[in-house]
C-alpha cells in the first residue's frame, strides 16, 4: 500500500507531488469503499465490488493492495484509527463532562458497527493477515481503555494507580458489546448505551474515591 501522504511529508520535509496526491486520494477511496462494504455486509466482499463501490478498475485496487486479504485488513486498520482519533481527550476542567461526552462518541461509533465487526471478532478461522490485523486492534482496544481510564481516574482526583474496579468499567461500558446489549436485546438506542455506560462509570469512580480518601 502507498504511503500516507501527510506521513510522507512530516518524515521528508517536502510537499507531496500532485501524482502522489492523487495516488493517495484514490488509496483512501479504496479504503473507504472497503470499510463500508465490509460494515454492511461482512469479510466475503470481492475486489471486483471494491472497485465498483470506489469508482475505479479492479487493476487499479490490485496496483496499491496485492490480495483481497492485505486491502481487508488495512481497511479494518484505517477505521480502527479513525476510531482513535474521535475519541476526545481530557482538556481539563469537569472530568463528568468529559467522560459524558466520550461515552456519546464512543457508544454513536459502535452503534454503527454492521455485520463485518462481529465476524470479524468472532471467526477463528480468519486469513492470516487478518488474524494478526485482529491481534493488533485486541492490543491496541486494551491500550487504549487503559489509558482512558488513567486519565479519567487522575481528572477525578484519584492518586496511586488506576483502580481495577474504574479500569474494568471502563473496559467493559465502552465496549461494542455493552452497545449491542442495550440495542439489540434491551430494545434502546445507542444513546441509551452512552447514558448508561456513563452512569456505571461515575458510580465506579465515585465509589473508588471516597474509598481511596481517608475518613
Not at 162 to 169: G, K, W, Y
Request: hydrophobic share 40%.
Amino acid at each position: 500500500m502507498s504511503r500516507d501522504g501527510y506521513s510522507w511529508c512530516v518524515s521528508t520535509g517536502q510537499v507531496p507531488t500532485l501524482a502522489e496526491d492523487k495516488k493517495q486520494a484514490t488509496v483512501e477511496r479504496i479504503l473507504r469503499a472497503a470499510r463500508y462494504l465490509i460494515g454492511a455486509r461482512g469479510l466475503d466482499v470481492t475486489m471486483d465490488e471494491i472497485a465498483a463501490a470506489a469508482g475505479v478498475g479492479r487493476r487499479t485496487v490490485f496496483r496499491h493492495f496485492e490480495s483481497r486479504e492485505n486491502l481487508l485488513a488495512a481497511a479494518v486498520e484505517s477505521g480502527m484509527r479513525r476510531y482513535g482519533e474521535r475519541l476526545p481527550p481530557y482538556a481539563g476542567g469537569d472530568w463528568r463532562a468529559w467522560l459524558g461526552s466520550l461515552c456519546f462518541e464512543v457508544h454513536r461509533m459502535n452503534g454503527s458497527y454492521g455485520p463485518g465487526y462481529w465476524e470479524l471478532t468472532a471467526r477463528r478461522d480468519l486469513p492470516r493477515e487478518l488474524a494478526a490485523m485482529e491481534g493488533r486492534r485486541r492490543r491496541a482496544r486494551k491500550t487504549a481503555m487503559n489509558r482512558l481510564s488513567g486519565d479519567l481516574w487522575k481528572a477525578a482526583g484519584g492518586g496511586g494507580p488506576t483502580p481495577s474496579v474504574v479500569a474494568d468499567s471502563v473496559g467493559a461500558h465502552l465496549s461494542v458489546h455493552f452497545t449491542a446489549a442495550v440495542t439489540a436485546d434491551a430494545g434502546q438506542d445507542w444513546k441509551r448505551a452512552a447514558d448508561l455506560a456513563f452512569a456505571s462509570i461515575t458510580a465506579s469512580v465515585e465509589a473508588s474515591l471516597a474509598g481511596d480518601r481517608p475518613s
